[in-house]
T-cell receptor, first 114, second 115 residues
Framework: QQQVKQSPQSLIVQKGGISIINCAYE??????FPWYQQFPGKGPALLIA?????SEKKEGRFTISFNKSAKQFSLHIMDSQPGDSATYFC?????????????FGTGTLLAVQP | DAGVTQSPTHLIKTRGQQVTLRCSPK?????VSWYQQALGQGPQFIFQ???????QRGNFPDRFSGHQYPNYSSELNVNALLLGDSALYLC??????????????FGPGTRLTVL
């Protein structure tokens, strides 16, 4: 129940295309769902996050779509650029400071071809 | 505004040795969480410190211990190192008393290699 399942494992997209990464969870107590971007040898950088009370959140070229009934959420990267090539992780946590450890997915390696 | 900082950047140890990793949280943050990231995997939660106490712990043996100082900086100690402890160790900070208590910001990590 603590797992977050992420797919695909890797993704190749042409420059200007849309990258879509999916995640699914089982624990209905989760109420915070962030996406992180990680470049080789660096720490994860927070991209965008959503809570279950909204179905979509957009920040620039990055959009999270959230389906509470299906317990799924996805990251869409519009107009993908070579600089977006990185590993992307979805995560989830329960509410409250004492329980908000992040449970991460297994990651998606995105390659954007010029 | 300084982000999360970690030291050292890289570290090489041999089996059985002990190691201490250090983390300074983002300015204004009072909570530090530690994660272990093996090559090609997602980060795994080790433990979290708040008000100088361990508040929650993941599925890691007690060879892994930590400390938080009054200035909110933190240390991760690993005793009796095993080859399997080789990983990127990440520190993340958050603000328990703030409006956005769930957002965690990560440092650059410490790459530990155990030979």
């Amino acid at each position: 129940q603590q797992q977050v399942k992420q797919s695909p494992q890797s993704l190749i997209v042409q420059k200007g295309g849309i990258s879509i990464i999916n995640c699914a969870y089982e624990n209905t107590a989760f109420d915070y769902f962030p996406w992180y971007q990680q470049f080789p040898g660096k720490g994860p950088a927070l991209l965008i996050a959503i809570r279950p009370d909204v179905s979509e959140k957009k920040e620039g070229r990055f959009t999270i779509s959230f389906n509470k009934s299906a317990k799924q959420f996805s990251l869409h990267i519009m107009d993908s650029q070579p600089g977006d090539s990185a590993t992307y992780f979805c995560a989830a946590s329960r509410p409250g400071g004492a329980t908000n450890k992040l449970i991460f997915g297994t990651g998606t390696l995105l390659a954007v071809q010029p | 505004d300084a982000g999360v900082t970690q030291s050292p950047t890289h570290l090489i140890k041999t089996r059985g040795q002990q190691v201490t990793l250090r983390c300074s949280p983002k300015s204004g943050h009072d909570t530090v969480s530690w994660y272990q990231q093996a090559l090609g995997q997602g980060p795994q939660f080790i433990f979290q410190y708040y008000e100088e106490e361990e508040r929650q712990r993941g599925n890691f043996p007690d060879r892994f211990s930590g400390h938080q100082y009054p200035n909110y900086s933190s240390e991760l100690n690993v005793n009796a190192l095993l080859l399997g402890d080789s990983a990127l160790y990440l520190c993340a900070s958050s603000d328990t008393g703030g409006a956005d208590t769930d957002t965690q910001y990560f440092g650059p990590g410490t790459r530990l290699t155990v030979l």
